[in-house]
């Protein structure tokens, strides 16, 4: 069974650009959530779709958004980047509806903004 | 906003030791708790899930969970350097659609 797959693996964007990453869910799974992880912040929120519907969102600006098609599969894009954003983007997918039976991650996509 | 606080570490054990790793979360209403492991560069892997009070034990590793008292323990038993990692404790927020997360705990274990 296939697992969580991110793409891409390696981004390197410029200040100003904007970046749009992929995710595919494991089979089966219909929630998807996404985390930035930083060093000095930890894992980080960003939002979670269920049935192509953005459930919650985290506490990041517009600059975020992000989508689910009807095969699951999800978009996350971030424009006007910014130094900051350089992080590991996360994208995990669950079985049930949200976080109730823990997540299975992707191997996330790293981004460095220059 | 649920708040689930780790030691940071690190913890450094020599192999072979046992390794205790404890999380403590803010919202007694809390039903399902999660370890991740997450070696440098790499994305958390689940590895451990308890929704009982009690003990769960998985070969090595052997969750603990004390509702009463609001923590989670992982113990990793006969340590080995390739258990060296950051290990995250993750609860899920009201309503289940988002899990929190601590800052992690790194382990050092030592051959």
């Known amino acids: 069974k296939a697992g969580v797959t991110q793409t891409p693996r390696y981004l390197i964007k410029t200040r100003g650009q904007q970046v749009t990453l992929s995710c595919s869910p494991i089979s089966g799974h219909r929630s998807v959530s996404w985390y930035q992880q930083t060093p000095g912040q930890g894992l980080q929120f960003l939002f979670e779709?269920?049935?192509?519907?953005?459930?919650n969102k985290g506490n990041f600006p517009g600059r975020f958004s992000g989508r689910q098609f009807s095969n699951s599969r999800s978009e996350m894009n971030v424009s006007t980047l910014e130094l900051g954003d350089s992080a590991l983007y996360l994208c995990a997918s669950s079985p049930g509806q949200g976080a109730r039976d823990g997540y299975t991650f992707g191997s996330g996509t790293r981004l460095t903004v220059v | 906003q649920k708040e689930v606080e780790q030691n940071s570490g690190p913890l450094s054990v020599p192999e072979g030791a046992i390794a205790s790793l404890n999380c403590t979360y803010s919202?007694?209403?809390?039903?399902?708790f999660f370890w991740y492991r997450q070696y440098s560069g790499k994305s958390p892997e689940l590895i451990m899930s308890i929704y009982s009070n009690g003990d769960k034990e998985d070969g090595r590793f052997t969750a603990q969970l004390n509702k009463a008292s609001q923590y989670v323990s992982l113990l990793i038993r006969d340590s080995q350097p390739s258990d060296s990692a950051t290990y995250l404790c993750a609860v899920p927020d009201t309503g289940f659609q988002k899990l929190v997360f601590g800052t992690g705990t790194r382990l050092l274990v030592s051959p």
């Open positions: 779709y269920f049935s192509e519907t953005q459930r």
């Open positions: 919202d007694r209403g809390s039903q399902s």
